[in-house]
């Protein structure tokens, strides 16, 4: 497979998980212009350690070209937030949460630490398993870039 087909494939799944390129450009560390230059084929040569940082975002593996083994984001992102708190968030909690862009105020330290501490590729496949066609993962993106905005996370990429 070569970098133009590499690509369109990242264009594939960063559409699927509602990314704008703008947001996949800066979880991994590229400019905008490179993202869209890779996704439409037109650049030339782009280092190992960044395409894999952009391959790693978007959930495909280096070797298969294919999503990696994370099988459950949902589950693995829930138990992950909960770890320092007493109540618990469960996978499908989360996901309502995700979709409705409500956070009860008990688990907003939880979706704190989603936004600061949960590697991004993690973020990025809960959000693609939580979309539905009433609540795309455009949508979910926007919720979690106004949670960050309001909560001021420390991270920078929202």
């Not at 956070?103 to 973020?123: K, R, Y």
């Amino acid at each position: 497979m070569n970098l133009a087909q590499i690509g369109g494939e990242i264009h594939n799944k960063r559409v699927q998980a509602g990314l704008l390129q703008e947001h996949l450009a800066k979880f991994a560390g590229l400019s905008r212009v490179t993202i869209n230059q890779l996704e439409n084929g037109t650049l030339k040569d782009l280092g190992y350690t960044k395409l894999k940082a952009v391959m790693d975002i978007v959930g495909i593996d280096m070797e298969t070209v294919h999503p990696s083994g994370l099988k459950s984001a949902l589950v693995i992102a829930a138990r992950s937030i909960s770890t320092s708190y007493r109540d618990v968030v469960t996978p499908e909690m989360l996901s309502l949460m995700l979709r409705s862009g409500q956070a009860p105020e008990q688990f907003q330290p939880h979706l704190m630490a989603l936004l600061d501490e949960t590697p991004l590729p993690v973020v990025v496949k809960a959000v693609t398993e939580a979309a539905t066609p009433d609540v795309p993962a455009k949508k979910i993106m926007k919720n979690l870039s106004l949670w960050a905005e309001q909560w001021q996370v420390c991270r920078t990429v929202w």
